[in-house]
């Protein structure tokens, strides 16, 4: 289970590709954010995570999956402090 983010911020989790290109599991980020913003947001902290993972990655927001792709749905949702939010990439089985 993830620590609880400080006061003012929702926790982003990792998984796959995504943990692998920022080298964490877990971070918290300041709140509120609108959803339409998150990917602008991790592109500045990690340069070419939106082509290498998050193009092609399902989010969640406090276990909802939410549609990034849909731009008047991503602005809809925000995303408020004490909320977890999950960025997972596809996964490929061999």
Do not use: C, W
Request: hydrophobic share 40%; proline share 11%.
């Amino acid at each position: 289970m993830p620590p609880k983010p400080p006061a003012g911020h929702f926790n982003i989790l990792y998984f796959a590709a995504a943990g692998s290109h920022t080298g964490k599991s877990v971070e918290p980020l300041p709140a509120p954010l609108p959803l339409s913003q998150l990917f602008d947001e991790l592109e500045r902290r990690y340069a070419g995570i939106r082509a290498a993972v998050l193009d092609h990655s399902l989010v969640t927001v406090n276990l909802t999956y939410v549609d990034v792709t849909d731009e008047q749905a991503a602005r809809d949702v925000v995303i408020h402090e004490g909320d977890e939010v999950a960025i997972i990439p596809p996964v490929s089985s061999g």
